[in-house]
């Protein structure tokens, strides 16, 4: 289809203008290069890429340091590991450090698919968002991904992407401008607020309007591309005007977007809530389709929760 | 080569390191004793002979830096910092106190002259490996140094950075092992042996010495010695004696967080006083 593109060329890309126009880019790999598609890079820029092996500890740490001297560091690996198997260090030698590191944890969620459960990052959201002052984020098209790149190699601090590596929907127009911890709304209606991240999600919450459409129930979707810090105006906006709100996430209903959501809410305007997400379950091996039937993520899934969340209205 | 003077002023300053140490951690009645007096001559030696630093501009940008990556020796070094007038010296005395700038371990955010955070053992020499990757990028050829200790060594990080390092012919970073011997709960033969140091460092393809580490002849050859390596980073283990300075504390397990009252941190301060008299007859 010629409205996708592949997110990880778009990535690789963006990284490649970013690096041309400001000599403090580098890039820090763990040996996934060829999997987060960041190769073109390193070919371009050889002295500004430190692939470190397979330790992503050490990655990190590096990275902390390099950004002391005044360079942007940006280091991938996938999400489990970039979230998981580093925390304390990208705590401690970044976060607590206040430096400046843009940490990337690629194929989030069901899409780890084939590498099964070991691979399969359903908390890192959850992780990332306990450190204080982390900016975390999920691009959910080629043209978001592009954009919010760019927002965090001005945002002087750290940062933790979830980034999808394969093929995704081009949902915008290319000169849309973005803003991190600002959602995007990407439809309009009154029944019902289905506020999604990631490629997965915004897409099937999409889907999942326009089927409640046919049924004369008119869903606003947003895209909440940051999920810290989180876009309270948005959130209590569509409390106001939608009164029940459905969150959508390739990620545990633990600590993730969904209770990004309901700590707003239950601050400021408590409305009925559902939450689309895996329900404190593991990950395991499978096709993309099996698992995203597998862990309840579908369109279908959020219609039906949606029906029986207006219930509650 | 360190002439008879240099070598008198060295050990005179590593007393009064030494002293002012003991005093704020005496001020506070608690503190990590063992591993801040096990590197006071290599932090003197560092400070007074080799690294260029300037206390009026602590983050210029081509200044020789240190990541103490065992962050709790951090008063050692605050001593060091104050007296070469980073700070002012009454900072001393707020040491671990709520609001201080000066916190157990260290913290490049709070204390002028502390070029990297850090406490969580194991991270320092990776952070290390990228300062001196970031002056490599930007042409700088100032030395980066970094002391761990041997019980931080048992830290699985310790030995992903000695790859790194070396894969990346990081000559410009000189690193030391802080080899007291002794970590939190005993003598390291004991709870986990890190040794061979010198035939690990070595075949991780590091350019490694082993001296005394309260002997700053041997010291200041081997920071000779490795500042002339063209394509290997340097590992100088150092044999010291935790708690060294404290009579009652050397060498004692007990001594790595310790009790340390007013009083006696007096105590021990007037002898070290007397003693440096002792070595000039």
């Given at each position: 289809m010629s409205n996708q593109l592949e997110m990880r060329t778009v990535y690789n890309e963006t990284l490649i203008e970013l690096a041309e126009a400001d000599e403090r880019i580098v890039l820090l790999e763990a040996d996934l290069m060829r999997a987060t598609g960041t190769k073109p890079f390193s070919e371009r820029f050889p002295a500004r890429t430190v692939n470190v092996g397979v330790a992503e500890a050490n990655m990190v740490c590096i990275a902390a340091g390099f950004s002391t001297t005044g360079k942007i560091p940006f280091a991938n690996s996938f999400a489990t590991f970039a979230s998981r198997r580093v925390f304390d260090q990208f705590f401690i030698s970044a976060n607590y450090a206040r430096l400046n590191v843009k940490l990337v944890g690629s194929d989030p969620g069901i899409t780890a698919a084939l590498n099964g459960g070991t691979h399969m990052a359903f908390e890192d959201l959850g992780i990332m968002r306990t450190i204080p002052g982390l900016v975390v984020f999920e691009p959910s098209d080629p043209v978001s991904l592009r954009k919010l790149v760019q927002c965090t190699a001005e945002h002087q601090g750290c940062s933790y992407m979830r980034l999808h590596r394969g093929m995704a929907n081009i949902?915008?127009?290319?000169d849309e401008q973005f803003e991190l911890g600002k959602g995007k709304l990407l439809r309009t209606g009154k029944d019902i607020a289905l506020i999604a991240t990631g490629v997965v999600m915004v897409n099937e919450a999409l889907k999942a309007a326009e089927m409640l459409a046919k049924d004369g129930i008119f869903a606003s979707v947003v895209?909440?591309?940051?999920?810290?810090?989180?876009?309270r105006e948005l959130i209590v906006q569509l409390a106001e005007t939608c009164s029940v709100i459905v969150s959508c996430e390739?990620?545990?209903?633990?600590?993730g977007l969904g209770s990004a959501i309901a700590e707003v809410l239950v601050e400021t305007l408590p409305v009925p809530m559902a939450r689309i997400g895996v329900k404190d379950m593991f990950g395991e091996v499978g096709s993309f389709d099996y698992l995203i039937d597998r862990f309840e993520l579908t369109a279908a899934h959020i219609v039906s929760q949606s029906r029986q969340l207006l219930l509650r209205k | 080569m360190l002439s008879e003077q240099d070598l008198f002023l060295l050990k005179e300053k590593a007393n009064q390191i030494r002293i002012l140490t003991l005093e704020a951690i005496g001020y506070l009645g608690v503190g990590h004793v063992g591993g801040c007096m096990s590197l006071v001559e290599v932090l003197t030696l560092l400070y007074y002979r080799h690294m260029q630093v300037d206390p009026q501009d602590p983050?210029?940008?081509d200044r020789d830096q240190l990541v103490?990556?065992?962050?709790?020796?951090g008063p050692t070094l605050y001593s060091i910092l104050a007296d070469k007038g980073f700070?002012?010296?009454?900072?001393?005395?707020?040491?671990?106190?709520?609001?201080?700038?000066?916190?157990?371990h260290c913290d490049r955010n709070l204390t002028?002259?502390?070029?990297m955070t850090t406490?969580?053992?194991?991270q320092g020499l990776s952070a290390a490996i990228g300062i001196a990757l970031g002056n490599r990028l930007d042409g700088i050829n100032s030395t980066v140094y970094a002391i761990i200790g041997d019980g931080e060594s048992n830290e699985g990080q310790v030995w992903e950075a000695a790859q790194a390092a070396a894969q990346f012919k990081l000559n410009h970073l000189i690193v030391f092992t802080?080899?007291?011997?002794?970590q939190l709960d005993g003598f390291m033969n004991e709870v986990m042996n890190i040794e061979d140091l010198v035939a690990k460092w070595h075949s991780f393809g590091w350019f490694t010495q082993r001296v005394d580490g309260h002997d700053f002849k041997q010291m200041d050859e081997a920071v000779i010695l490795a500042k002339g390596q063209e394509a290997k980073p340097s590992m100088i283990i150092l044999d010291t004696?935790?708690?060294?300075?404290?009579a009652f504390a050397?060498?004692?397990?007990?001594?790595?967080n310790m009790k340390l009252d007013y009083a006696t941190a007096q105590q021990v301060i007037s002898m070290l006083q007397s003693g440096i008299g002792e070595e000039h007859e």
């Open positions: 949902l915008y127009e290319q895209d909440m591309h940051t999920i810290k810090p989180i876009d390739n990620h545990q209903v633990i600590n | 983050r210029k940008r103490l990556s065992k962050g709790h020796a700070f002012p010296g009454e900072w001393l005395h707020t040491l671990n106190k709520g609001g201080t700038r000066l916190p157990s002028p002259g502390i070029d406490g969580s053992l194991g802080d080899s007291n011997r002794l004696i935790k708690g060294k300075g404290v050397e060498n004692q397990p007990a001594n790595h």
